[in-house]
């Protein structure tokens, strides 16, 4: 009978495949026991908005590099003409100093006082080296010129040089700003995409209640106010009857018309202060409120300027410019543009601006709302100006 043979032990490879599918094991384990919890719905809605915060920011930096961008554009051409006209310039003072110079070259070949010995009309050659010395004259006269329109086409063309880089410096950071925008976009549409129909409708439902609130909140406000202004009217109307009273039982020194100290005013309580008045007819905040009444439902279009769709700042603009009122093009810049109103007397028509940034504006339309195009994937809208944080208005 053969010896029996010892098993022999596990090499160094099966061992190091062993130890790895056992700790893959664990971690296997170990991940299945804390997975990670699914997303709620308030988590999902409070990515997408941030998100779109930040896509809306990184657009009105995008309108802005666009606008700029538009401008150089304009300032490169102008220049590029004018560089253009100076060489054309130059042209024509090489051809005029050829032709002078080539006279010259004829004429001046011998010594002006051996010409004049030996010319037999002495006369003659004297009214000649007259002629000369204009040509002379002019070969000076057209050396400066043409010194000068070429240290002038010189710095011409250095400007055009730095203008076209700064354009494309403005083309590299646009595209910057686009991608960083499809980027949060993405994102966002992402994250929806994850969620049912039914937790979509949840969302939107939440928003809405939001909006809800919101709009409450601020009719509430407007209602304390009433309220408080209509006790100071009443408190004023008694002081008003008390003095009266007083009046009629001391004797009639005064005139009948000293005798009744109640005005009209004092019956008249001051109105709301959130409660705006109306825009006048035909007046530019008419025309204002009327244009953006009209883009109700049309679709929000990030860096788009109408007619058929706007991003914030772009519905802002035409609509004042429907009341022959130049906007710039962000709402940063439009920010700067005129009187800034406190929340108590705005007025329809005024531009009203939202976050710390202020990269979001819309037209004022009264009783505390304001027509505005929110973000992509919604339709320009009215909105309570409380839903969202509230920094200031401007009438430009």
Same mark, same amino acid.
């Given at each position: 009978m053969g010896k029996r043979r010892k098993p022999s032990p596990p090499s160094r490879a099966r061992l190091a495949v062993l130890t790895t599918a056992v700790a893959g094991g664990a971690v296997l384990a170990s991940g299945t026991a804390h997975a990670e919890p699914a997303p709620t719905l308030a988590s999902v809605k409070e990515q997408v908005d941030r998100l779109n915060e930040e896509a809306e920011q990184a657009i009105e930096r995008f309108n802005g590099f666009q606008e700029k961008q538009q401008k150089l554009q304009g300032e490169a051409n102008r220049i590029q003409e004018k560089v253009a006209r100076g060489q054309d310039a130059m042209n024509e003072l090489r051809t005029q100093l050829g032709v002078v110079g080539a006279e010259q070259y !004829? *004429? *001046?070949g011998i010594d002006p006082g051996i010409q004049l010995m030996l010319d037999s009309d002495p006369? @003659?050659? +004297?009214g000649r080296a007259s002629v000369q010395d204009q040509v002379a004259g002019s070969w000076t006269s057209l050396l400066k010129r043409a010194q000068d329109e070429q240290r002038k086409l010189d710095q011409e063309r250095a400007e055009a040089a730095a203008t076209l880089a700064d354009l494309d410096a403005v083309g590299a950071s646009l595209n910057a700003q686009k991608n960083e925008i499809q980027g949060k +976009?993405?994102?966002s549409e992402a994250l929806l995409n994850k969620l049912s129909a039914e937790? !979509?409708?949840?969302?939107n439902a939440q928003e809405a209640a939001d909006r809800a609130k919101a709009a409450a909140q601020q009719a509430a406000a407007a209602e304390r106010a009433k309220a408080a202004d209509k006790e100071a009217a009443d408190k004023a109307k008694a002081a008003a009857k008390e003095t009266a009273g007083k009046g009629a039982a001391a004797p009639q020194t005064a005139s009948p018309q000293t005798a009744t100290p109640q005005s009209p005013a004092a019956n008249t309580p001051p109105p709301a202060a959130n409660t705006p008045a109306p825009p006048a007819a035909g007046? !530019?905040?008419a025309a204002i409120v009327q244009f953006a009444y009209a883009q109700l439902g049309k679709p929000y279009?990030? @860096?788009?300027t109408g007619p058929s769709s706007f991003d914030c700042s772009g519905l802002t603009g035409a609509a004042y410019r429907a009341a022959d009122v130049s906007l710039p093009r962000t709402s940063q810049e439009q920010w700067k543009v005129g009187t800034r109103i406190g929340r108590g007397d705005l007025q329809p028509g005024d531009l009203v601006f939202f976050y710390p940034d202020l990269h979001h504006v819309g037209v004022y339309i009264g009783d505390g709302k304001m027509i505005h195009a929110p973000r992509t994937g919604k339709n320009i809208?009215? +909105?309570p100006i409380g839903v969202m944080p509230y920094m200031g208005a401007v009438r430009p």
């Open positions: !004829r *004429n *001046n006369a @003659s050659y +004297l +976009l993405a994102q937790e !979509r409708a949840k969302i007046g !530019r905040a279009g990030w @860096s788009k809208e009215v +909105l």
